[in-house]
Each structure stands twice: as C-alpha cells, then as structure tokens.
C-alpha cells in the first residue's frame, strides 16, 4: 500500500520532467529567423528553399533545425530547354564553390542569433542546423557537401552574442559536419 502512494505522488513529478522546455511559438521564431537570414544573402539571386527550415526541441539534447536548400538556381530541362551545355553547369559549379564560404559564415551567425531567442533552452544543451543541399542530377558535385551540419552549446552561443567571447571561441565550441 505504501508504494502505490509513493507512486501516486511521484505520478505529476514525472510528468513535470517530460513537460518541453521550448514552445512551437519560439521555435517558430527561429524557423523564421533562419529562413530570413539564408534568403538574404544573395538578395539579386537568392537561395531556393526546396525545404523551408522545420524546427524542434529534444528534451535533454536542444533545438535542431533542418531545411533543404539550392544555392544557386540553374535553368532546368524543359520543353524549351531540352539540354544544358558544359558552360552552364561549369557556371553554376563555379557559384555555389564561391557561395559556400559565405553560406557557412550565414550558418554560424543563425547560430548565434538562434541561441538569443531560444531563451528556454539549458545553456549546457545544444542549437544544431542542418542543411541538404538540393543538386540537379546533370550537375557537377564536386567539391560540394550534399549536407551541412553545425551544432555549438547554447552557453557559447551567448557568450559569442552577449560580446562575452571572440569568434575564435566560437570556433572551438563549433562542430561541424560536411558530407
């Protein structure tokens, strides 16, 4: 009888601890935030979302992002368009190897500004993104990740926005996974 009271009250206790720590609402924030950014960057020619970021929170892990993008658009096989020459695919290679750089830098920096506004998450849990990357079957791949993946504590994130740390430090708390 005692154990079956002790288990009645540890019942809502539990429950506590299962309870999401991050709500849709800022999640949804950091979506947004994420899209906006990487939309930005090329602004005369943007990125194509193929996937627009979707968030979530895993209790006891962070925030994780995802989204599917194309760096730079081509002109597809249509009716109109019934092949693609050597110099338009050397042309779109040559463009997303020269985006790269900077879309990697626009990665970190969704990082920081994801952390601010993810005020719910533990310091010591993680923010992660992850990005596809979307390829013509007549492209040329080479030297290009198919996936993108950064992930950093949330605690060096804000000491990166608060000024509190350099971008070096950054730089050491940051793992990042290209395949």
Known sequence: MKWASLLLLALPLSSLADKTLVSRPAIQAAEKNFEARIGKLWPDDPVAFWVYPQGMYINGYGAVFSAQVNLAQGTGISPFHPSVTKEEVDRIHRKKMDRMVQFRQAMQDVLVSSAASLDTVPADEQIALGVSFFYWNWED????????VMRAPKRALILVKTGHADRAKLAAALSVQEF
Do not use: F, K, M, Y
């Open 141 to 148: 791949t080479t030297g290009l990740p198919q996936q993108l």
